[in-house]
């Protein structure tokens, strides 16, 4: 099994070391899986437990105190599955999956999400914020208005939504990053990404990830998966972009600068994104300060 995986493009990190040997440890997991959604899966659950990154433990918080999840997967038959804005769900790539093997739909959201989980074993309730996240929520001055005062709230974010893009602080690894992988065994393939969301984004806002063809989507041809700012990963549909390119005949290192380059030029925001082909080939390329990757398999 191949595996690729990226642990968020955003600002620089604190201990990348650490997160290396997480990203490591990660798609290490994923390479013994037996298929590639298997491999994808278990990757990307290794990142979600991890409050080093924003995916599961650690997510980013939203404008009503709460931290809320989002994940996609998809495969090159264009099976597909997204769950998002789970409030308490570690696990989302799992449940990413039982949308796209148990149920009729490509996505399912919120409460109704969160009880999908529960049906299948996934543990929910689990509180998803790390100690960082605690203490720059209970540092924000101002704090964010009642939570049943969404007018008020969207007032607040506009200082706080996305961290350091809007108040010129150092970047966080919750103010953008998402994780996510592609694996192939050389026959078939697959893609998941998984996310905490955006930094003080309005209460039930979702981004990219569970967006198809935004934050992830695979073909026969290859896989991608995208982290980033997620509402300019959604206008130019980043992921979809990446794998375009390699259906074109690009190699996958080409089709993820060509992918970059043109999203800079249309938004002139940040994103980075990995990329797969069916034989196991691999490529990177962001334009933030960082995106830490890591790949395995033979």
Do not use: K
């Amino acid at each position: 099994m191949y595996v690729i995986a990226h642990g968020g493009a955003g600002g620089a990190v604190e201990e990348p070391e650490r997160r290396q040997a997480t990203l490591d440890e990660a798609t290490a997991a994923g390479a013994t899986a037996a298929t590639p959604v298997d491999a994808v899966v278990a990757t990307v659950r290794v990142l979600e437990s991890s409050p080093r990154f924003n995916a599961g433990v650690g997510g980013a918080i939203q404008s009503d105190g709460v931290v809320r999840t989002d994940a996609g997967i998809m495969t090159d038959d264009r099976l597909v599955g997204a769950a998002c804005s789970m409030p308490g769900v570690e696990r989302a790539c799992e449940v990413a999956r039982i949308v796209m093997e148990e149920t009729p739909h490509v996505c399912v959201s919120g409460v109704h999400a969160v009880d999908l989980a529960a049906a299948f074993g996934i543990e929910t309730g689990v509180d998803l914020r790390s100690e960082d996240t605690r203490e720059r929520w209970a540092a924000l001055d101002p704090s964010p208005p009642a939570r049943d005062d969404p007018r008020g709230q969207l007032d607040w974010l506009v200082g706080e939504f996305g961290g350091s893009a809007a108040t010129g602080d150092d970047a966080r690894p919750e103010d953008y990053d998402t994780v996510g992988a592609v694996a192939t065994n050389g026959e078939t393939l697959a893609t998941c990404t998984s996310t905490g969301g955006r930094w003080a984004a309005l209460a039930g806002r979702v981004g990219d990830v569970p967006q198809v063809g935004s934050g992830f989507f695979a073909t026969h041809a290859g896989g991608a998966s995208a982290t980033g700012a997620g509402e300019d990963i959604v206008r130019v549909t980043l992921a979809r972009r990446a794998v375009d390119h390699l259906e074109l005949g690009r190699d996958p290192g080409t089709a993820a600068e060509l992918a970059i380059e043109e999203f800079e030029d249309i938004t002139g925001s940040e994103a980075g994104v990995v990329v797969m082909d069916r034989d196991g080939a691999s490529g990177s390329a962001f334009n933030s300060d960082g995106m830490q990757t890591s790949v395995a398999g033979e």
